[in-house]
């Protein structure tokens, strides 16, 4: 499996953007696809995930609201729409994998800079 994201870049404050992860290779439907971000200095957090067969979906409380994960299943994409942006935003988001549904992130994207300025 391999995943790449894409869609991060500078926006002004109140602003939106849509990140995107392609995955490629062998995916179950038991899988979940979930997005995290790392701001400097800071560890990983977990903002959102949807299921890969039926779309469950969940968000973490500093996104909730703000943010939407979505998955085109042709494409093989899942995508973050996230609004509202605030300079607290700014961070390399991730999209990674878990394969097995055990909430055990396997795979991961690359990363990419999402930079929210006043």
């Known amino acids: 499996v391999q995943l790449q994201a894409s869609g991060g870049g500078s926006v002004q404050v109140g602003g939106s953007l849509r990140l995107s992860c392609a995955a490629s290779?062998?995916?179950?439907?038991?899988?979940?696809l979930g997005w995290f971000r790392q701001a400097p200095g800071k560890g990983r957090e977990f903002l959102a995930r949807i299921s890969w067969s039926g779309g469950l979906t969940s968000y973490a409380d500093p996104v909730e609201g703000r943010c939407t994960i979505s998955r085109d299943g042709a494409k093989n994409t899942v995508s973050l729409q996230m609004n509202s942006l605030k300079p607290e935003d700014t961070a390399v988001y991730y999209c990674?994998?878990?394969?097995?549904?055990?909430?055990?992130?396997?795979?991961w994207g690359q990363g990419t800079l999402v930079t929210v300025s006043s």
């Open positions: 290779g062998i995916i179950f439907g038991s899988a979940r």
């Open positions: 990674a994998l878990d394969a097995n549904g055990n909430y055990r992130y396997d795979y």
